[in-house]
């Protein structure tokens, strides 16, 4: 498991009292989540339990209704340079790729640290290049993203996303859209950044990888936290009724 960092330091995501409105319905009811630095964060829960939506808030792809969202002591910005910028520190990779299908894999990959961090065209491709090793498609850098295979494109976004050095990564289901034989090559490389020490709030249904790289696990159920504890406490002793309900229907499938 991911080593938990130092105490003292502030958390570097702090959401408190979110509440999100879709109309009537309410998605998220009074949220309260810190993220210390360092630490991997899996959120889980059954569907329409509001894990996207949180997860998507912290970027502010959906505002929220009322309440505060801090990244590294910053209040998330509602709109213009200011949430630009703060966007850029927070890296978020999709169920769906997301890649620019005109672009190469490396122009994908170069695209926002040139225009958004303005660095040099050699230095961000040298650097692209790095990343693209990393995660297992450098030999694929040239390639158009239709060209690569869904577990492959899904490894060139978390590329993309990491290129931008950012301070937390969000994932949102990064591997429900691809087939069985490519979720591992994703999750490897998610496990491997968690070792490396990357800030990660994970939304996904890989429990297995919620127990082998997560220092935490969230619980969420009717847009609420119910529970939230350690993996191999959650897993084996869940306190409340809706999480021993949530695993005992994932255990018999």
Excluded at 2 to 17: D, H, M
């Amino acid at each position: 498991m991911a080593s938990v960092p130092p105490a003292g330091l502030e958390p570097l995501v702090v959401l408190s009292g979110v509440q999100k409105h879709y109309g009537q319905f309410q998605a998220l009811k009074d949220i309260d989540l810190s993220v210390e630095r360092g630490e991997v964060v899996v959120v889980i829960g059954p569907s329409g339990s509001g894990k996207s939506t949180l997860c998507r808030t912290i970027n502010r792809l959906e505002t929220i209704t009322s309440g505060s969202i801090t990244i590294d002591g910053r209040e998330l910005p509602k709109e213009g340079k200011g949430l630009a910028e703060l966007r850029a520190d927070v890296g978020m990779v999709f169920q769906s790729f997301n890649l620019f299908a005109h672009l190469t894999i490396l122009e994908n990959v170069t695209l926002g640290p040139i225009k958004v961090r303005k660095m040099k065209k050699a230095d961000a491709e040298k650097e692209a290049r790095a990343l693209l090793d990393r995660v297992g498609v450098g030999h694929q850098a040239d390639k158009l993203p239709a060209q690569l295979s869904g577990g492959q494109q899904q490894r060139v976004a978390i590329a993309r996303a990491l290129a931008m050095k950012p301070k937390v990564m969000l994932f949102d289901e990064p591997t429900s859209a691809l087939d069985p034989e490519m979720i591992n090559e994703v999750l490897d490389v998610m496990v491997g950044l968690a070792a490396d020490g990357m800030t990660m709030i994970v939304v996904t249904h890989e429990m297995g990888f919620a127990r082998k790289a997560a220092n935490r696990v969230v619980f969420m159920a009717d847009g609420q936290i119910v529970e939230q504890a350690a993996p191999e406490q959650f897993f084996t002793h869940p306190e409340s009724d809706r999480a021993k309900d949530f695993l005992s229907k994932l255990i018999t499938h």
